[in-house]
């Protein structure tokens, strides 16, 4: 096989085969093709795209690049759950132990956080003493013991994904539906679930900007998973606005354990018992969807999800007092106020744009190597649709650098716009693709 002869292909828009796909991405792996040339292939595909099967073939090969975890020693029917990426989206850590509660059993594997959007594994390492890396002996264990398991994705995982999304990110090629959806499939294939409910964000803090891009990815991601005889099915889910009120590492847990005490806001917990309940359902545990939220709903009500959160903290090295005491969560030293300047609706809260000043409090990382403070972020005290008077709080800052929350708060006032006239809230939850009942 020959490369060169792959980028004219692709270049002129033909169709490459399953076995040039893999060929390209063993040789990319083993670093006997170069960058140069897997930088036009990547290039060539942006303009030319990728068909249904050629899509599911570069997944297929990423995927195998690497280790992939087999989870058969766990008991039951494992389903994942994935974030295309936002703000303030904590769900994972409510849907998780509700539909483990439910009997569904959670094996998972998360991120760390990038830029404006945050990742479960930082939010999860705010619990004083809590393990994000277990050995996989323990992994599995724990799963079988306790019904939940989550820990930071291994080195050894997909490789492929990692040496290609770095690429794709100096050559302008990440915003592409077929690399991004084989991107993300390759990682949830290889953590070896055997259904996966995808939530795809879309606005202005997403990946996805408009509901028609985010419906073509979702679509996308569900044929993948179909195609590799995994149920997978996709939510299509608001991202104009943060979700919820906290943004920022330890708040979020805090609002993650409220939501499961039956106290969170309404947005996350209508979109936890949402997507708790599919995943039951895809886990054998209820006849329907809707028998799937019900038994969500129950396991919200009658403390379940709660108990079971507080026995996963535990068997993962944290103290489970946290649910009880926030006091123990990393502190902050500096707090700051942003106050309305005139009466109306709140007509929106970019989302994006909290993201970024929630970074500047120091609760994200601009690159890789940063590192965060676990205490600092943003609590908003309004959302989209919500009465103001001036001199009302909008929202919180909180932080250990004076400079760096004054600077958050500065970049968080442009994210609010107020309305003289009503506003319509937005849909939460706009679709749901693949689920076949
Ligand atoms: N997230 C991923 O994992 N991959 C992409 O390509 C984009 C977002």
Redesign the pocket.
């Known amino acids: 096989m020959n490369m060169v002869h792959m980028i004219q292909k692709k270049k002129e828009g033909q169709v490459l085969t399953r076995e040039e796909i893999q060929w390209f991405i063993k040789g990319y792996v083993a670093g006997d093709i170069p960058d140069y040339q897997a930088s036009a292939l990547l290039m060539a595909i942006y303009f030319q795209g990728l068909n249904r099967e050629e899509t599911f073939q570069l997944t297929d090969a990423m995927r195998y690049s690497g280790d992939t975890i087999d989870l058969s020693p766990i008991k039951g029917v494992k389903v994942d759950k994935h974030s295309?990426?936002g703000v303030g989206d904590k769900t994972t850590l409510v849907v998780a132990p509700l539909a483990s509660a439910c009997g569904v059993p959670i094996a998972k594997m998360s991120?760390r956080g990038l830029g404006f959007t945050g990742g479960t594994v930082d939010k999860m390492e705010s619990i004083p003493g809590f393990r994000t890396s277990l050995e996989p002996q323990e992994f599995l264990d724990q799963v079988n013991e306790t019904g939940m398991a989550v820990i930071g994705q291994t080195a050894h995982i997909t490789p492929a994904?990692k040496k290609l999304?770095a690429l794709?990110d100096v050559t302008a090629t990440?915003d592409n539906f077929g690399?991004?959806a084989s991107?993300?499939m390759s990682?949830k294939l290889a953590a070896g679930s055997d259904a996966i409910v995808l939530d795809v964000k879309v606005g202005d803090g997403a990946?996805m900007e408009n509901l028609e891009d985010a419906k073509i990815l979702a679509g996308l991601m569900v044929d993948i998973g179909t195609d590799a005889g995994r149920r997978t099915v996709a939510a299509i889910t608001e991202m104009g606005q943060p979700l919820g009120l906290a943004v920022g590492n330890s708040l979020e847990v805090i609002e993650a354990i409220e939501t499961l005490k039956g106290k969170g806001p309404a947005d996350i917990t209508e979109l936890a018992l949402k997507l708790s309940g599919i995943m039951v359902y895809l886990g054998g545990m209820a006849v329907s969807p809707e028998e799937g939220m019900e038994k969500t709903r129950k396991a919200l009500e009658d403390g379940s999800g709660l108990a079971r959160l507080r026995q996963f903290i535990q068997a993962q090295g944290g103290n489970p007092a946290v649910v009880d005491d926030y006091s123990l969560f990393p502190q902050h030293s500096v707090e700051r106020q942003l106050v309305a300047e005139e009466d109306g609706y709140v007509a929106s809260i970019e989302a994006r744009r909290i993201g970024m000043a929630s970074q500047q409090t120091g609760a994200g990382r601009a690159t890789k190597e940063d590192d965060i403070d676990l205490s600092a972020g943003i609590l908003l005290c309004r959302k989209v649709g919500d009465v103001v008077k001036a001199g009302d709080v909008l929202a919180v800052f909180y932080g250990n650098d004076e400079a760096k929350v004054d600077a958050a708060v500065a970049m968080a006032a442009e994210a609010f716009t107020i309305s003289s006239q009503p506003v319509e809230v937005p849909q939460l939850i706009k679709e749901i693709i693949g689920l076949q009942v």
Do not use: A, N
Request: net charge positive.
């Open positions: 295309t990426g991120g994904d999304y794709r990440v690399l991004i991107s993300i990682k990946f």
